[in-house]
């Protein structure tokens, strides 16, 4: 199958949790994989997925905290949901370039 996006996903080898929050809700997910301008998310349970719909506006914000921290708000928009599985796109690109992005993942041990 060939790829069709503009910049390529990095897969996460460290749990990543992150919160996905719509105005006063809240729900932990795991960031499954990682891109300049999007992530793929899972819900621990399908009921929380569900409380979410296509082109809803979200912000991420990584639980972890100091410098290995990557998503401080991330504002973003779901593209897609499957089950437990939710596509973000992000309202602005996380960093300036694919190699930023690897290169940051590696120094802080998520890939």
């Avoid at 897969?11 to 992530?39: H, P």
């Avoid at 399908?46 to 972890?64: I, Y």
């Avoid at 100091?66 to 690109?93: M, N, V």
């Amino acid at each position: 199958m060939d790829e069709r996006r503009e910049y390529p996903r990095e897969q996460l080898t460290a749990a990543m949790i992150c919160a996905l929050e719509t105005g006063a809700d809240s729900t932990f997910c795991l960031i499954k994989d990682v891109s300049v301008v999007g992530a793929l998310v899972e819900c621990p349970f399908a009921e929380e997925a569900d409380h979410f719909d296509v082109g809803d506006p979200v912000s991420l914000r990584d639980v972890t905290v100091g410098d290995r921290a990557l998503f401080t708000g991330q504002t973003c928009r779901i593209a897609w949901i499957y089950k437990r599985h939710i596509g973000l796109q992000f309202d602005s690109p996380l960093l300036d370039s694919a190699r930023d992005l690897r290169e940051w993942l590696e120094l802080h041990k998520w890939v």
